[in-house]
C-alpha cells in the first residue's frame, strides 16, 4: 500500500486537500501501521495496516475531527466506573484525535499480535445482529410451528394479545362488537427488537407498566407471549429460520372456550397474583 509518510498533527491532517478521485493513503511516522485515508469527498479516517503472515489486515479506528483539543485521550473506564477496553470503539467509527489514534493502534495492534482480529470480530458480531430474529419474528414461528400444528384453542387470542401488548394494533381493525382496536395502556411496541436486546429489566418494567395500566392478569398475559415464544426457539420446538414456511393447513376450530392461563401460560388456575409474585428471570431470555 504505497502511501506519504508525514508526522501526524492537526495542523497536517487539516492541511491535507481531498483527492480529485480515488482515495489517498497517508502513513504516521510517530506509530507503525497507523494511517490515514482520505475521500474525495474530504472524510478522513483512520486506520491500522498491517501484514499478518503475509497477508495484509485494514481495521479502521475513526474519524479524524479536526476541531478536537490535541490534549484529548481515550476515557479509561465507563460511566459506572468499570474499566473501559479501547477495542470497544472499533467498529464504531468514533471521533479521534492523534492522540486518541494512536493509543488505539496500539491497542488494536497488540490484539492483532494475540491472533485477534477486531475489526473482523465486529463486522461478524454485526452480521449476527442482523440476521438475529425479531420479536414479532419469534412471535410468528411460535404461532406457526406450535400453535397452529397443534390446534390450540388460544392461537388467535394470542395473536391479538400481542399486537395489543407487544406489537402494533393494525389501524381500523374493529373487535366483534364494532369498537376499534387500541393499544393497551402502558403497552410497548417490540416487533422490531432483536431478542437479545429485550433484558429482564425491560420486561419486569413493562409489566409494572401494564399492571398499572390495565391489571396484574394483563402483565401475565404480555409475559406469556414474550416468555413462550423465545422458550420455544431455545427448546428447538420452532425454526429458527428468519422467513416463516407456508403456514400448515388450517384445523377445524374447537367450540369449547380455554382461558389463556391453561393453555399459555405455565400457571395454575387461581387468580393471578399481583406482579411481584411473577417471576421473570435471565434464563428466559437468550
Given at each position: 500500500m504505497a502511501s506519504e509518510k508525514i508526522e501526524f498533527t492537526r495542523a497536517s491532517l487539516t492541511a491535507i486537500p481531498p483527492p480529485d478521485e480515488g482515495r489517498v493513503y497517508v502513513r504516521d511516522t510517530g506509530q507503525s501501521g497507523l494511517v490515514l485515508d482520505i475521500t474525495p469527498k474530504g472524510?478522513?479516517?483512520?486506520?491500522?495496516?498491517r501484514k499478518i503472515g503475509?497477508?495484509?489486515?485494514?481495521?479502521?479506528?475513526?474519524?479524524?475531527d479536526p476541531d478536537m483539543a490535541d490534549s484529548r485521550e481515550l476515557p479509561k473506564t465507563q460511566n459506572n466506573g468499570k474499566p473501559l477496553d479501547p477495542l470497544a470503539y472499533?467498529?464504531?467509527?468514533?471521533?479521534?484525535?492523534?492522540?486518541m489514534a494512536r493509543a488505539l493502534a496500539v491497542a488494536v495492534s497488540a490484539a492483532l499480535d494475540r491472533g485477534e482480529n477486531p475489526g473482523a470480530e465486529k463486522r461478524e458480531q454485526r452480521r449476527r445482529e442482523a440476521e438475529e430474529l425479531t420479536l414479532r419474528q419469534a412471535f410468528d414461528r411460535y404461532y406457526i410451528d406450535h400453535l397452529q400444528p397443534q390446534a390450540k384453542r388460544t392461537a388467535e387470542e394470542l395473536q391479538e394479545d400481542f399486537a395489543r401488548y407487544l406489537g402494533t394494533v393494525t389501524p381500523g381493525?374493529?373487535?366483534?362488537?364494532?369498537?376499534?382496536?387500541k393499544k393497551a395502556p402502558g403497552s410497548?411496541?417490540?416487533?422490531?427488537?432483536?431478542?437479545?436486546t429485550i433484558k429482564p429489566a425491560d420486561v419486569r418494567k413493562m409489566m409494572a407498566s401494564l399492571r398499572d395500566g390495565v391489571g396484574p392478569r394483563t402483565a401475565k398475559k404480555a409475559w406469556c407471549c414474550c416468555e413462550r415464544s423465545i422458550a420455544k426457539l431455545r427448546s428447538g420446538a420452532c425454526s429458527m429460520a428468519r422467513t416463516p414456511p407456508r403456514?400448515?393447513?388450517?384445523?377445524?376450530?374447537?367450540?369449547?372456550?380455554?382461558?389463556?392461563?391453561?393453555?399459555?401460560?405455565?400457571?395454575?388456575s387461581k387468580r393471578f397474583r399481583p406482579l411481584p409474585?411473577?417471576?421473570?428471570?435471565?434464563?428466559?431470555w437468550p
Open positions: 472524510t478522513k479516517i483512520f486506520q491500522l495496516y503475509g497477508r495484509p489486515i485494514r481495521c479502521v479506528l475513526g474519524r479524524f472499533v467498529g464504531n467509527t468514533p471521533h479521534l484525535n492523534v492522540r381493525q374493529k373487535k366483534p362488537h364494532g369498537k376499534e382496536r410497548v411496541d417490540w416487533e422490531s427488537r432483536r431478542l437479545s403456514a400448515p393447513p388450517s384445523t377445524p376450530k374447537k367450540s369449547a372456550a380455554v382461558s389463556l392461563r391453561r393453555e399459555s401460560c405455565p400457571s395454575s409474585s411473577i417471576s421473570v428471570t435471565s434464563s428466559c
